[in-house]
């Protein structure tokens, strides 16, 4: 062990984020699912100065990594002893922000801690440190097995007529969501036995639905990225709909929005750290919160603002957890850019369940100018592996002189991109 090296452990790793961290000044260390590190190219592992394995189903439920809190604690201790005490606990991604804020508590490591990681894990307690700092939020109602159909009926009756949303307190990516027709439909769910537990049932927002990106550090806002969804995770995940954001070309809404942004971020104490915030825009101009999670965004995010707008958000939460300083200089937003006037990103969905093998893409000829970045599969590539939550069938990044243009050449791809599968060999 060479001295005068920090001791950094990842909790979680994929290959995509290798470039944003020195392997070389640090011991890095890593704790994973023994799925993840089967995933995991050996050239990439092998940087690492010790991986430790969990014993964990290699599934998309995002609370396996809290569970096994316990055993994660004891394989940081077994590190601790060859490489010294952890300097640093990194949690780049959704399963493992809340797990890293309880090792860091234990092991006495600086960076975000339990009770700001809880928050923006659970919805239920998010929205209600929120809703007190005088932020709008949707109504809601944590329920599970034992929720009454009375106390049901009279949550119900408080929202208006139309959907309700049913969903896990801390999962991601739409996992798990399920929109109901109205109040009857989720009290026959619930006469059924069908809610399980961990949920809330949520009034159902009428309107667009935005993302913001950012950094912030020492209670500074330094980085933030305003971008609308052209469709929704729910229509990408569970209705087979192109997934695609745009950047706002529109002043006054992200001034307000980035006030909006800042008054969430100061609620939930997070003050170190990448974060992803959804809010809804709603058609007679309110800014309604969604959710926000402490680390940087999935899908197309990070790949976007790190080509097109020059902001590495995944190497900006690894500083973050290091304690290193950002590379941003001074706070600033995708407006302050001077070009392009907007840019976004786009997901073609892979309808198919399980993994295909891509047998001809067709439209590449007719992708316009206005493409930045494309990643195409391959003639022959198989999708649809373990691990993937994005099932796509190729991803593009766009840029325009404004928001609408944008959204106009992203609508050209999809009318004319097209992949075929079949079904693959999965011996």
């Not at 606990?89 to 801690?113: D, M, N, S």
């Not at 800042?262 to 709603?282: P, R």
């Not at 050449?409 to 079949?422: A, E, H, N």
């Amino acid at each position: 062990m060479k001295a005068g090296k920090r001791h950094v452990v990842h909790i979680g790793f994929h290959a995509s984020e290798a470039s944003a961290v020195d392997f070389e000044a640090d011991h890095v260390t890593a704790v994973m699912a023994r799925g993840s590190r089967a995933r995991l190219p050996d050239a990439t592992a092998s940087r690492f100065a010790r991986i430790a394995l969990l014993d964990l189903p290699d599934s998309t439920d995002l609370d396996t990594y809290d569970r096994a809190f316990d055993r994660m604690r004891e394989l940081v201790a077994e590190l601790a002893a060859e490489f010294g005490p952890p300097d640093a606990i990194v949690a780049l991604y959704e399963h493992t922000t809340l797990p890293a804020a309880r090792l860091r508590e234990h092991f006495g490591v600086p960076g975000t801690g339990v009770r700001t990681a809880l928050l923006c894990r659970d919805k239920v307690p998010m929205k209600e440190a929120v809703a007190a700092a005088g932020v709008p939020v949707p109504r809601y109602l944590a329920v599970g097995p034992e929720t009454g159909l009375g106390e049901l009926a009279s949550f119900a009756d408080l929202l208006p007529p139309g959907p309700i949303v049913l969903k896990p307190r801390s999962q991601g990516a739409s996992i798990g969501v399920r929109i109901l027709d109205g109040a009857e439909e989720l009290l026959a769910v619930a006469a059924e036995g069908g809610i399980e537990a961990g949920y809330e049932a949520e009034e159902f927002v009428e309107g667009s639905i935005y993302h913001i990106d950012g950094v912030v550090r020492d209670f500074e806002m330094l980085w933030f990225c305003a971008s609308r969804y052209l469709d929704t995770c729910f229509n990408f995940q569970h209705g087979n709909q192109p997934l695609a954001a745009v950047t706002s070309d529109d002043p006054a809404l992200v001034a307000r929005m980035r006030e909006f942004t800042a008054t969430v971020l100061g609620a939930l104490g997070l003050t170190d750290s990448t974060f992803h915030l959804e809010l809804f825009h709603t058609p007679d101009d309110r800014l309604v919160f969604l959710e926000i999670g402490n680390r940087f965004g999935g899908a197309g995010i990070s790949w976007h603002q790190r080509t097109v707008l020059g902001v590495d958000l995944v190497k900006e939460a690894v500083l973050a957890c290091t304690g290193r300083p950002s590379e941003l200089s001074s706070p600033r937003t995708m407006l302050d850019q001077r070009a392009p006037g907007a840019s976004g990103w786009l997901y073609m969905p892979l309808a198919e369940q399980g993994p295909r093998q891509v047998l001809d893409v067709t439209g590449l000829d007719e992708l316009p100018d206005s493409v930045v970045g494309a990643g195409i599969p391959e003639t022959g590539a198989v999708l649809n592996g373990k691990g993937d939550v994005w099932r796509t069938a190729g991803r593009f990044l766009v840029s325009g002189d404004s928001s609408a243009a944008v959204e106009h050449s992203m609508g050209r791809i999809v009318d004319t991109y097209t992949l075929t599968t079949k079904a693959a060999d999965q011996r």
